[in-house]
Every structure is written in C-alpha cells, then in structure tokens.
C-alpha cells in the first residue's frame, strides 16, 4: 500500500511539474515571446492570458507592456548664439510661388539647354560668424517610451538596461543637434514646444533607422539652467546692469529735481518782483492822490489846513509819554496852545 501511494504521489508531482512547465500566463502588464531553442515561435506576440507551450524545449520571454521611463543624468550642452535667427517656415501660398517658379526656370532650361552660352554659376552667401559664440547650458531630460515589438527588441537591445543606454545615447545626440540651432530665448519662450517636436522626431526616426523594436512616447526638457561660471558672470552682469541703470535713473531724478527747483525759484523771483512792481505803483498812486488831496485842502483854507496838520504832528509826537522835546515857549510848534490865538 505504502508502494502504491508513493508512485502515485511521484506520479502526480511529475504531472504537475509537466503541467507547470506547459502552460503559462501573460500578465495584463506584459507582453511575451515563446522561443524555441532560441529561436522565436510564430510571428505573433503572447497577448494576456493562458497559452501552451512545450516542456523543456520552449521557454517564455517576458517583456513589459507599459509606458517605461528614462531619466538622463544632466548634461552640459552648447545651444546657438542669439545673433543667429532662425529663418521663418513659408506659407502655403509661399510655397506655391516657389513651385510655380521652379516649373518655370524649368522651362527656360529646357528652350535653352542647346544654347552654347554657359550659365554664370550662383554666388554662395555665407553669413558671417566672427561674432557668433554659443552659450553652454545644463540640460536635464527624460523621455517615456514603450515595446512595441518584442521580437525586434529581444534582438537588438535584450533588456530594459541596454535599452536605457541606447535611448540616452540617442537623446544627447538629438537634443545637442536641435539645441545646436536654437538659442536660450527660444527654448525658455512657447517655442519650447516645437524644440520638443523635433527633438522627438529625431528620436523616433533614429530608433526606426535602428530597428530597436521601441517607440518614444514623449520627450521633455525638465530644467535649462546656466553653467556654474557663466551663471555668476551673468548675474555680475545683470546687477551691473541694474546698478547702472539705478545710478542712470537717481542722476534723472537729481536732474530733474534740479530743473523743477529751478523752475520754482524762477517763478517765485518773478511773482515776488511783480508784487514789488504793483506795491510801488499803488503806493505813488496813493501819495500822488494824498499830495492833490492836501493841496486842495490847502488851497481852499489855509489856516484850517494848517490846523489840521498841527493836530497830526501832536498826535505823532506826544502820543508816546517817554517822547521828550526841548523847544522854546514861542516856537512855532505851539502856536495852536497861545491863548490869544
């Protein structure tokens, strides 16, 4: 009995190690390959789910479905001088002249093609570049990205690490070319996005020149900052700036300040010399009426005239009691206080 009960247990642990090795299941997050000494089984991938295989002779390779991730470590790169400009893209109609153009010179080419009269070759233009000199950066990207075939990435890459190499390999490369032409103003403006575009352009086309069996979902720039040395000469640069702008903007205000007092001291000078004008005006005209006012006085009656102004020198002189005079009884100055007159 116990014979029978440890064939059947050895039976039933053979059937399950066969069985085990037989099926296998594909997550919902994977995607696999089934090999068959070393080479692949049929053209399709595993999609989730159970599927067979056979033992011992075929083996599974597991790949990840899901968008993956790469994070390169920051480079310092060189991105175009602000002294080149990029050419505007033609318009739709733009691009119709040129066409038309073309087809005509064609023309002209063909009606002249025998003619023995060479052509003067064109001149090349090349832009200056004494005064061109890029500026390096810190550039610090990442990308996402996902399998989409398997097969081709077991062949090529093999891994998510060798994978991750390459991508960061072909990120420098894509992103020094593009930034090569495009200046700091561009990539920190909305311009940022086609920087982008083309730079995920560049990515995807040399991944399918590569056959590497991946495709980039996206690619960012997460942070453009200056170098350690061009970040402090730019901010000596930029508080230079400031400071000259600052002294520049006080010696304005001083002038400015100077020009209002100015203005203030001249105005006040006229004002205070009109016054003076006025008041000496007023005042002739008011001892030219007094003189005519006591001279008519003085025409029509003498004595009483007299009178009157003896009573305004009393008044004046004795109205203060520490007023002190020394005259004689029979001055003239008292003759109002002689009895007999």
Known sequence: MSNKLTVFSFLAGAALIVLSQTFFIVDQTQQAIVLQL??????DMRKPGLHFKIPMIQEVRYFDRRILSVDPAPEQMVISSSLITRAPEPTPEEKLEEVSEEDAAADETTDTENSS?????????????????????????????RINDPLQFMKTLRSVDNANKRIESIIDEATRTVLGKTTLKE???????????????????????????????????????????????????????????????????????????AGAEKERTVILAEAERDAQVIRGEGDNTAIQTYAAAFNKDKEFYGFMRSMEAYKTTLSDPDTRLILSPDSDFFRYFDKKQ
């Open 38 to 43: 070393g080479e692949p089984v049929g053209d």
């Open 117 to 145: 009269v060479p052509e003067a070759p064109k001149a090349i233009v090349i832009p200056p570049i004494d005064n061109v000199s890029g500026e390096p950066i810190i550039v610090d990207s990442y990308a996402r990205y």
């Open 187 to 261: 990539l920190l403006s909305k311009d940022r996005t086609r920087v982008m575009a083309e730079i995920n352009t560049r990515l995807n086309r040399k991944i399918k020149e590569d056959k590497l069996g991946i495709e980039v979902v996206d690619v960012r720039i997460v942070r453009a900052d200056l170098g350690e040395s061009l970040r402090d000469s730019t901010v000596r640069r930029m508080i230079s700036e400031m400071t000259e702008r600052a002294t520049e903007t006080r010696s304005k205000g001083e002038q400015l300040a100077l020009e209002i007092r």
